[in-house]
């Protein structure tokens, strides 16, 4: 059995129609790791959802009731681009606990998985780029009050920007976006560090940037803890994507944010983010290995 503890709920597999973001992506890294790597099904917690009290430290207490009582605005669905659903509700109540207890796992044993998570376009008074609730924020102000300074790195293709947006007066935490410019969100926020990509950048490019931004962050801020927004979308076969790295190459980033900080004595929490590669098993594939290189499984 594994020292690791991965918090995962098959209640993320939510039917959203046809739609880019396959949700069965998260029972399928489960299912790789157990599969491939140390890890067994009791390795693996179902985290509890938290109340609308604690999602409301973020969010709007309006905008938390309209999620669970379906009352949102037709206006604020197109926004979100997900089809609203109550086991959608559930799903995001849910995801927001599971971000809060790999946090809270991260700062008590070194890192922390969650399968799930990494909503970061999530804004206090509404939700939109498929994400309901911002759990990449839940977590990190949590880890803030605990008196950690809290490094977000955010590596999904898409900049942060709910992210950026809700700490942009909170010096606890340090937003750092690495993204393709000409990609969604536009505009953007305004991160602590953003490092914009032009389209088509590749692996080299992207990692020689990531290392040399991460160790800025490092010597401007002096964080204690980090939650990782692991993206697996700058995938070159990625269908909302117009970067161009490969499988090995999302290694190396793995590979780059671990010896930043896990390595180097900062606690880390990883969460997901986005992931549309032409193939799911793709995306599952990319997934599973960020938890296998943070984790040192393999």
Known sequence: MSLNKIFYSPGYEVDIGNHVFPTRKYRMVKELLVERTSLGEDDFIQPRPLDSREVAEVHTPDYVKDIKNASLSYAKQVKLELPYSPELAEASFICCGGTVEACEYAMKNGAGVHIGGGFHHAYPDHGEGFCVFNDVALGALRAANKGKRVAVIDCDL??????AFIFRDDKRVFTFSIHQENNYPIPKEKSDLDIPLGDSAGGDEYNSKLSEGIRKMKEVFKPDFAVYVAGSDPYE?????????????????DTIVRRETVESGIDLAVVFAGGYAVKPEDTA???????????NLT
Not at 238 to 252: C, I, N
């Open 285 to 295: 594939l990319i997934h599973a290995q960020t938890v296998d290189v943070v984790l």
């Open 237 to 253: 076969y990625d269908q909302l994507g117009g970067l161009r790295l490969s499988v090995e190459d999302l290694r190396m980033r």
């Open 158 to 163: 898409h900049q942060g920007n709910g992210t």
